[in-house]
């Protein structure tokens, strides 16, 4: 590979976090990318993660992008286990303690860690509609998942 090769920035927007995982994955296999960024509707719970370190359990607001409006993320535990340093235990503890209190607070380190591996960002359903309306120059229709 080229040394001056471009790196890839990705984002992906997300409810149940595969898709962005995959990204993951890929780069730590070795594919040029630069940055992996988190894109959420309404229900935050991962951006408030990717920016506070708090993943608390806030119910959900049905939207106009239903593929997105998760409460939980069926595929966050397996970064997690990347995140606790791959120590099986420890993901373990963190989630029967989210399980069992619908909360779980990264340490500062740990958020410094997850924010250098994913950035996030959130989008109003009125953001969300706005984006995927048809701006007529085009006969492309984005979902309300793209």
């Known amino acids: 590979m080229c040394r001056n090769e471009l790196r890839t ?3 992906v927007p ?3 976090f595969g898709n962005v995982l995959a990204g993951y994955y890929a780069r730590r296999m070795g594919l040029p ?3 992996l960024v988190i894109g959420c509707n309404e229900n935050d719970i991962l951006h408030r993660l990717f920016s506070s370190g708090c993943y608390h359990r806030e119910g959900v607001t049905p939207t106009i992008s ?4 998760i409460e939980i993320s069926s595929n966050l535990e397996r970064y997690f286990y990347y995140l606790a340093d791959e120590d099986p235990a420890r993901v373990k503890r963190w989630m029967n303690d989210f399980k069992a209190s619908g909360k779980l607070t990264l340490t500062p380190e740990e958020l410094a ?3 250098q591996d994913f950035g996030s960002g ?5 953001q ?3 984006a995927t309306e048809l701006d007529g120059c085009s006969n492309h229709n984005p979902t309300k998942h793209s």
């Open 128 to 130: 969300v509609r706005s």
């Open 33 to 35: 990318i630069e940055r």
């Open 122 to 126: 959130r989008a109003s359903q009125e």
């Open 9 to 11: 920035r990705f984002a």
């Open 113 to 115: 860690r997850a924010q």
């Open 14 to 16: 997300t409810g149940n």
């Open 66 to 69: 239903p593929s997105m409006d």
